[in-house]
Structure formats: structure tokens, C-alpha cells
């Protein structure tokens, strides 16, 4: 009797959630609903930095080009669907072309991506389409879909409920990149790239630019240029299906709206002009995994004499010299790219790490600990362990463990093993 009068109360909440249905704010359909706004808009600022430390960090050395890209997202936002959302727009440090939204109008583009735009319209078209993304809902409505199906009540709970931040951050880390990383539905893209038609109409661009887009895209995919089928491609699939649709959309409207070809060039005239920075950056880690150390420094210091304000450049420089031994010079190196941007997470933890190898424990608790506090990688908190089983304080060793215990990856492995080594049950 008491089984099944469990079973009723979950069937009665379970159909209580398939019913919870309103009206979509962009398209007007009714839909499933369980997630308040409130909630949506606390999971992209709970997760916004995190995935910003995760791919790469924020694109600091011109301030100017992120202060122009979010001019243009706001103009846009103004005119979207739901304009009081908390919109912010970041360029990520990232050679990958792509861009994403999370809930709540957090959006990102990538620094590569805006090297293969031709005008302001173009970026209209893909900030206009990741703000649909975001006021339609698209990504909450797949972590509705997800609870249902297969996460279910308890899941959802988990998610909203009131975790301390050092037993979930990890996690929510992971939740954040899942969320960023989601390849939306058919339907989702095609109501993007019609609702984002419309608000770059509205905010005063020439529509055609999202058929030009789409006409890049679906090229670039055809030649299988490996950074565009893992970046942008991986999450919103171009096809000749995708053009005709914003062909036969923007025919709707008006044939005006600017382009804006010379204003989008002016500005981001100096990322173009280190563009080569970059490539050799791109290269310099391709020649650290295959340990060509000498090479990497090389193609960074030719890229610092181009941009000598890109601090990934001396993290770069950094980590091969320290392949290479030379430890006090790695470790000049990493404190460079701190000063230039302190930040960012990884700089920090690779100075830790080696501060650490080096037996200088009081810096190197330091560093992981500013590394963690950014993003709080599996990694750093493995090495936050040791270093707390070193001084004999159990109790923060295993709270570190612990959060590193969850990733899938070496050092959570690791982590793992040290928790059983210490009697401790693996989460």
C-alpha cells in the first residue's frame, strides 16, 4: 500500500510537470515549462564565468573590441523578445571559430570567429541568433526534456538545490559546458536564424547578411576545415536547407539595412593585425604535444614581437621551458602572464604546479588556491590535496580529493585512488 501510494504521488508530480505548459515569449507556442525565469537566468550567471575560464578566458589585450562586440549584442537584445533579460556579451581568447549562449542572455563569441566576418551585419546575424537561442529558451528547454526523460525529479532538485560551492563546484563546471556545448534541434536552429532575421531587421541590418553567412558556413563545412566541424559546426550544422529558409526570411522584409562593412573592419583592425600572433600560438602548442619544446618558444617569441600583450603567449613560453628544465625561467615566464592577466585560471595553476614540483609549498598553495578560486579544475584541486597531505591537514586533503573525484581524467583518478588510500568512500 505505501509502495504504491509512492508511486501515485510520483506519477501525480511527474504528470504535474508534463502539464506545466506556457506560452514561448518569441514563438507564442505553448510548450513545457518548469523552469522559472529566475532560475533561468541563475544558471547562466551560475555557469557564464566558468565557461568563459574554460574556453580560454576573455579577450583582454584590445578592450576595445569587446566593448564593440557587446554594443552590438545590446542593440539587439533591446529589440528581442524579451529585452529585460540580463544580457551580456564576452569575446572568448579562442582560435576556434564559434559562439553560445546559455540561459538567462549569456553569450560568448570567439576570437576566431570574428577573423572569418566581413561586416557588422554578419555579426548581427550570429549575435542575433544566439540571443534567440537565449529568449526562446532553446537550452532550458533541453534540460527540461533531459529531466524528464532521463534525469527525473530528483535530478532536477539537484541542480536548484542549495549545495555548498566547494561540493558541487566541479560539477557545475561540467553542467555549464554541457550546457554551452548542447547541439540544438533542428526546429531550435531554424527558429534562431528566423527570430534572429528578424531582430537584426529591427535593430537596422541589411537581412541578406545571414544568407551570406549561412553561404560561408555551409562552404567551410564543405572543405572540413577540422577547427570549424569541432567549433561553431559541432553545435549549429550549416546546410543548403538552412540558406534557402533565411533566403525565403529575409525576402519577408524590406531590401535596406546597413551592412556596415568599413565600421566592422575598423574595429577589429588590430585583432586582424595579430592574427599571425595567434597562428603561431595555434602552432606553438601543436609543437608542445609533440615535444618539440625549442620549437613552441620560438613561435612565442615571434608571436609576442607581433601582440606583446598576449599573455597566453608566456604561458606558452612557460610551459616548454619547464619541459625543457629550465624552472626558474618557466617560472618568469607564468608570472609574466599573470601580471598581464591575472584572471585567468591556468596561468596561476601552472605556476602552482611547478612551484610545487620544486618543493616551494607556501607560493605554490597560493597560486592553486587564486587557480581554483577562477575555475576549479580537477587538477588544481588534486594538487591542493597533496599539498594539504604534505602538511598533515586531512580534512582539507579530502575536501580537495573530492572535487577532483568527480572529473573523468587523471588527476580525478587520482583523486580517487587517494580517497580509497584514505578510507574514504568514492562519491
Not at 66 to 73: C, H, L, M, P, R
Not at 214 to 233: H, I
Not at 306 to 333: I, R, S, W
Request: glycine share 8%; with cysteine.
Amino acid at each position: 500500500m505505501e509502495n504504491h501510494s509512492v508511486r501515485s504521488i510520483y506519477l501525480i508530480l511527474l504528470l504535474s510537470l508534463l502539464l506545466s505548459c506556457a506560452r514561448n515569449p518569441v514563438t507564442g507556442k505553448n510548450e513545457l515549462n518548469f523552469i522559472s525565469e529566475s532560475q533561468e537566468i541563475g544558471l547562466g550567471e551560475n555557469h557564464y564565468f566558468f565557461m568563459q575560464q574554460a574556453q580560454g578566458g576573455d579577450y583582454i589585450v584590445h578592450p576595445e573590441i569587446n566593448d564593440y562586440i557587446s554594443q552590438v549584442g545590446h542593440k539587439l537584445a533591446a529589440v528581442s523578445d524579451r529585452p529585460h533579460l540580463p544580457f551580456e556579451f564576452v569575446v572568448l581568447n579562442n582560435s576556434v571559430p564559434n559562439a553560445w549562449a546559455l540561459p538567462g542572455g549569456k553569450i560568448a563569441i570567439y576570437r576566431g570567429l570574428l577573423l572569418e566576418l566581413e561586416n557588422e551585419a554578419e555579426l548581427a546575424a550570429v549575435l542575433a541568433h544566439e540571443i534567440v537561442h537565449s529568449a526562446a529558451r532553446h537550452t532550458a528547454q533541453s534540460m527540461e526534456r533531459s529531466t524528464v526523460m532521463g534525469v527525473g525529479l530528483i535530478g532536477l532538485a539537484q541542480i536548484f538545490s542549495g549545495h555548498k560551492y566547494e561540493n558541487v563546484a566541479l560539477g557545475t563546471a561540467t553542467l555549464g559546458a554541457g550546457m554551452a556545448n548542447l547541439k540544438y534541434s533542428r526546429n531550435a536552429e531554424s527558429e534562431a536564424d528566423c527570430y534572429g532575421i528578424k531582430y537584426m531587421v529591427a535593430a537596422g541590418y541589411d537581412p541578406k547578411a545571414a544568407v551570406t553567412l549561412q553561404e560561408k558556413f555551409l562552404q567551410l563545412s564543405e572543405d572540413k576545415n577540422p577547427s570549424w566541424l569541432s567549433g561553431l559546426f559541432a553545435t549549429h550544422p550549416p546546410s543548403i536547407e538552412r540558406i534557402r529558409d533565411n533566403q525565403a526570411t529575409a525576402a519577408l522584409y524590406p531590401a535596406k539595412g546597413k551592412l556596415g562593412t568599413k565600421n566592422y573592419q575598423h574595429h577589429i583592425a588590430l585583432l586582424k593585425d595579430a592574427e599571425p600572433a595567434y597562428d603561431n600560438l595555434d602552432r606553438g602548442y601543436e609543437a608542445l604535444m609533440n615535444k618539440n619544446y625549442s620549437k613552441a618558444i620560438q613561435l612565442a617569441e615571434e608571436g609576442l614581437k607581433m601582440e606583446p600583450k598576449e599573455a597566453h603567449l608566456y604561458n606558452l613560453k612557460g610551459k616548454a621551458a619547464a619541459q625543457l628544465k629550465e624552472y626558474e625561467t618557466a617560472l618568469d615566464f607564468f608570472e609574466q602572464a599573470i601580471e598581464l592577466h591575472f584572471g585567468y585560471f591556468d596561468f596561476h595553476l601552472q605556476k602552482g604546479l611547478l612551484e610545487k614540483q620544486l618543493g616551494n609549498y607556501l607560493n605554490a598553495r597560493i597560486d592553486l588556491d587564486n587557480s581554483v578560486s577562477l575555475f576549479p579544475s580537477d587538477e588544481g584541486h588534486y594538487a591542493l590535496g597533496e599539498l594539504a597531505i604534505e602538511e598533515r591537514n586531512f580534512p582539507s586533503a579530502f575536501s580537495h580529493f573530492r572535487i577532483a573525484s568527480y572529473a573523468d581524467s587523471e588527476s580525478g583518478w587520482k583523486a580517487r585512488r587517494r580517497l580509497q588510500q584514505m578510507q574514504i568512500p568514492i562519491p
